[in-house]
């Protein structure tokens, strides 16, 4: 059971750059939450996956201690998800339709989420560097933070300084 909750399906097992698949199904999976129930059930997906994602990974590494396997992107999926609420809240708060989650903000989203998962800035890195099932996680929760705050900031220049 926590094989197919850490690979996500399965994804995880996609070659090359599991962790792109990860993120990429995510975002799919993301956007349909968002489309079906708008910020509120993407929120509480992504609520509920961060705690799956740190027993999974625990329960799947217990063996493999300071291991960091490819193919687990359970915390790709809770990271990307968290930079997804970022654009979703504001689409929610702005009172736009669900399946109204124009492609900027999804994208902004996943390029940005990837970006820091790759590149590992400041304390992005220092989770990362734990070499513990906890840090496998929680750099990419910290990287989802990180992108949801440059997707904002990305959104606030776009349309507060490129549309006058």
Request: with cysteine; charged share 15%; glycine share 10%.
């Amino acid at each position: 059971m926590t094989r197919i909750i850490t690979t996500f399906f399965f994804v995880g097992l996609l070659r090359p750059a599991s962790g792109t698949w990860g993120s990429a199904a995510a975002v799919a999976v993301g956007l349909i939450l968002h489309g079906l129930g708008h910020f509120p059930l993407l929120l509480a997906a992504t609520v509920a996956v961060i705690p799956l994602s740190f027993w999974s990974v625990a329960r799947e590494l217990r063996d493999r201690p300071g291991e960091d396997p490819s193919e687990i992107v359970i915390d790709e999926v809770a990271g990307q998800w968290i930079a997804l609420c970022f654009p979703s809240a504001g689409f929610w708060f702005a009172g736009l339709e669900s399946w109204n989650f124009l492609w900027p903000g999804w994208v902004s989203a996943f390029v940005l989420f990837r970006l820091f998962d790759v590149w590992k800035p400041w304390i992005i890195g220092r989770a990362d560097r734990r070499g513990d099932p906890a840090g496998v996680v929680l750099d990419d929760l910290w990287a989802g933070i990180f992108a949801g705050i440059g997707t904002i900031i990305l959104a606030a220049l776009s349309h507060g300084v490129l549309m006058r």
